[in-house]
C-alpha cells in the first residue's frame, strides 16, 4: 500500500527505508533536495514514521515485511524516475549530498555510484561496524574485482538497470548483492565519499555486535 502528498514525476527518487525512524525524519527529510522525491518505505515501525513523513510530505509505502532488503525493493518498485538513490534514513547522512554523488550516473559516466563513510566525530562509526565493513570489502574484491573501502550507505543508479539485476535478497544482503550483479553485468561501478554523522536513535544493524554479525552473515551469504 502506498500513499503520496506528490502528484508530478520527478528526476529522481530517493528511498529511505524505515523502521522507527520518527525523531530523524524531520532533519532527513528537510534536507532532500528540490528535484528529488522522498520515498520512505515504512517497514513497520511502532513509533507513528510513516504517518509523520506523509505529513512531511514524504511518498509512503508500507512494507510489511521486515528486512532491510525488503525495504529497499519494495521502494525501488515504487520508484518511477530515472535515477533511484538509496540513503539511510537515520539522519547518519545528509541528503543533501546527493546532487554530486548522482552527478556520474546522470551524466553517462558512471552506473553506480557508492559513496562511502568519513566519519565527523568520534563514536559515529563503530569499531565492530568498521572491522565488518572492511572486511566484508577485501570479500567484495576478491569476489568482483571492484575496490571498494565501503560498501555504500548511499548510493546512486538508473531504475531501468536496476530492476533488470533482479535482486533477490531481502535481508541485510541486498547493497552487497546490487554491487556483486552490478559488477557481474559490467556495471561502472564509482566510488566518491560523503560525512557520516552519529545516527539519531539506536541502530537496528550496526549499532550492536550482534547485528554487525547478522548484517556479515547474511552478506557472506550473498558472496557464496
Known amino acids: 500500500m502506498t500513499t503520496s502528498r506528490h502528484a508530478q514525476p520527478t528526476p529522481g527518487d530517493l528511498v529511505l527505508p524505515c523502521l522507527n525512524e520518527a525523531e530523524a525524519l524531520p532533519w532527513v527529510l528537510d534536507r532532500v533536495p528540490d528535484g528529488w522525491r522522498p520515498i520512505v518505505v515504512d517497514n513497520g515501525s511502532t513509533d507513528g514514521s510513516a504517518e509523520l513523513a506523509l505529513r512531511l510530505g514524504a511518498h509512503v509505502v508500507h512494507e ?10 519494495a521502494g525501488l518498485l515504487a520508484a518511477t524516475a530515472d535515477l533511484v538513490a538509496f540513503c539511510d534514513c537515520d539522519a547518519s547522512l545528509d541528503p543533501r549530498e546527493l546532487p554530486r554523488v548522482a552527478a556520474p550516473v546522470s551524466r553517462g559516466d558512471a552506473d553506480l555510484v557508492l559513496a562511502r563513510r568519513r566519519p565527523t566525530e568520534r563514536g559515529a562509526w563503530p569499531l565492530h561496524a568498521r572491522l565488518g565493513n572492511r572486511a566484508l570489502s577485501r570479500m567484495t574484491r576478491r569476489r568482483t574485482g571492484v575496490r ?5 550507505p548511499m548510493r546512486v543508479a538508473r531504475r531501468a538497470s536496476l530492476l ?61
Do not use: N
Open 164 to 224: 533488470a539485476l533482479a535482486l533477490t535478497d531481502r535481508r541485510s544482503g541486498y547493497p552487497l548483492q546490487m554491487v556483486v550483479r552490478a559488477a557481474d553485468a559490467g556495471w561502472r561501478i564509482e566510488e566518491t565519499e560523503v560525512a557520516y554523522r552519529p545516527r539519531t536513535g539506536r541502530s537496528k544493524v550496526t549499532g550492536t555486535w550482534r547485528g554487525t554479525w547478522q548484517a556479515v552473515h547474511d552478506m557472506r551469504a550473498v558472496l557464496r
Open 148 to 152: 571498494l573501502r565501503d560498501l555504500g
Open 64 to 73: 510489511p515485511r521486515r528486512g532491510f532488503g525488503a525495504a529497499c525493493h
